[in-house]
């Protein structure tokens, strides 16, 4: 089906038509959303919150832009939305001790690895993944973008809405943070 007629069903509340969208763009969606939040279940619940608000604002979609890019442009927002509210919500709730009287480690929260990744890299990977989570909000949209989701900068600066020559930027100091930060990790250990 052509995205200009799956856009006018969708526009007109037809069902099959959302069911068309969410199975072309479920893995597209999740993908991005858990490369922003590193975590499974938050990936899932943003997955979810991006497919309820497009079916909310599709009527608002001009088509000014690639459907996709929309969809990406709503999960990014999404994404960084539910990390702020998270950091808002751990900055202010209670801070319990993560070693009991004894001091024997009673909570080990598990490192994240992405499940794309192959066994043999998943050490790796959890090195990369700790770092691009330092990296400011940008440079870790354009990096998640362009290297997990193999976009090209033209169309990172598309749905991030800024020029080819502007991502091109981001992501050199993406990749410049991301070398300090893992140097930075490599010495903490």
Known sequence: MEEIELVRLLQNGDRA??????????????????????????AEDVAQEVFVKVFEAVNS?????????????ITIRKSLDALRK????????FIYSLYNENDELIHDPPDFVHP??????????EWLFKAVKRLPE????????????TLSYNEVGEIM???????DALLQRAKKNLKKYLSDLLKEQ
């Open 17 to 42: 038509a959302f069911k068309t969208l969410v199975t072309r763009w479920q893995d597209m969606v999740y993908n991005t959303a858990l490369g922003l939040m590193q975590n499974e279940s938050d």
């Open 161 to 167: 809405n800024l020029s080819t020559n502007a991502v």
């Open 61 to 73: 979609f001009k088509g000014e832009s690639k459907l996709s890019t929309w969809l990406y442009q």
């Open 86 to 93: 998270k950091k808002r919500k751990k900055r202010f709730s």
């Open 138 to 149: 940008n440079q870790k949209t354009a990096f998640i973008l362009n290297k997990m989701e």
């Open 116 to 125: 794309g990744v192959m066994a043999e890299n998943k050490e790796d990977a």
